[in-house]
């Protein structure tokens, strides 16, 4: 890198365990972490894909959320390892932005796809006889289309401004991957209009679709609330509670990243958030759906008995 001036040719990742004494168990830890999330991923799309009962609105968006969940992970976890086992740090200024880029793209998808899957169980529970009119196989089609196409153009456009910046004095990027706060800290200039993008970027895919989702959630509860039954409000509160869960670990994990606050342990608590969201919730996400979904394991008990 030229110091003061100009942009890098390469940057150094610096994550917070680089410096741990107790790396090998925190290389098995994540690889662990990072395999089964990816066979429980893959085992869900296979059941989904191969079960037609299955074909059904919601669980061609849980078959996309596992299809994100695997490659969001891919996109960290590899470059991670490969740092661990080998203490190589560096990477190109064209690899550091094809991580951004895709960390980007399935971060956007992952935003909208969990609003998508809330109005699923809005129409599902407060809208059940226009379900399947509103929710009609084209339309669940064109929505995945219309999912990726939009975060696949708004990636591009965010990852080709990042590209812009120009990074001074430092190439060290205390972080996991490229991230926005991280390129943020040591980049001196182009910071306006790229602050602009992010925040334009924030409100369209990530706000926006946590505020539609928590509204379909309050209009659900409401519905949940005025049943009579018992058995009844569990049986319909059982639908939605484990999306439910999905988008709160998610947004949570998220949002501790692009809230924390400026101190001493920023960067530590920053990556921590990002291995919860970037690592572990994919391997949550399909054992939460899972392990509340009947359909599902009964799909799985059907597949292994063809086998």
């Not at 662990?32 to 299955?54: A, E, Q, W």
């Not at 994100?68 to 086992?85: E, G, N, Q, Y």
């Not at 971060?107 to 109005?119: C, Q, V």
């Not at 219309?146 to 060290?172: D, E, P, R, V, Y």
Request: with cysteine; glycine share 2%.
């Amino acid at each position: 890198i030229t110091t003061n001036q100009s942009s890098a040719e390469d940057f150094q990742i610096v994550p917070f365990f680089s410096k741990s004494k107790e790396t090998p168990y925190i290389f098995f830890t994540i690889l662990t972490i990072y395999l089964f999330g990816l066979l429980i991923n893959i085992v869900i799309i296979t059941v989904i894909c191969k079960d037609h009962r299955l074909h059904t609105p919601m669980y061609l968006f849980l078959c996309n959320l596992s299809i994100i969940d695997v490659c969001f992970s891919t996109v960290i976890v590899p470059k991670a390892l490969h740092m661990l086992i080998t203490s190589n740090n560096k990477v190109s200024f064209t690899q550091c932005f094809t991580q951004f880029f895709f960390y980007v793209l399935f971060g956007t998808t992952e935003d909208t796809l969990l609003f998508t899957m809330a109005y699923d169980r809005y129409l599902a529970i407060c809208r059940p006889l226009h379900y399947h009119q509103v929710l009609s196989r084209r339309t669940c089609l064109g929505i995945i289309v219309g999912i990726w196409s939009s975060a696949c153009m708004n990636s591009l456009l965010i990852t080709t401004q990042a590209s812009k910046l120009t990074f001074c004095s430092s190439n060290k990027i205390h972080h996991l991957f490229c991230d926005f706060k991280a390129l943020f800290k040591i980049s001196c200039g182009g910071l306006k209009k790229f602050f602009n993008l992010v925040y334009f970027e924030i409100l369209v895919f990530v706000f926006f679709p946590f505020l539609f989702s928590f509204i379909s959630y309050i209009k659900i509860i409401t519905i949940i609330v005025n049943i009579k039954s018992q058995v009844g409000r569990r049986k319909v509160f059982s639908t939605c509670s484990s999306h439910l869960t999905v988008l709160l670990l998610y947004y949570t994990t998220a949002s501790s990243v692009l809230l924390a606050p400026n101190s001493k342990y920023s960067d530590i608590l920053e990556q921590s958030c990002s291995v919860l969201y970037t690592i572990v919730t994919p391997m949550l996400n399909p054992l939460i759906y899972t392990l509340r979904n009947k359909e599902v394991k009964e799909a799985l008990k059907r597949l292994v008995r063809a086998k």
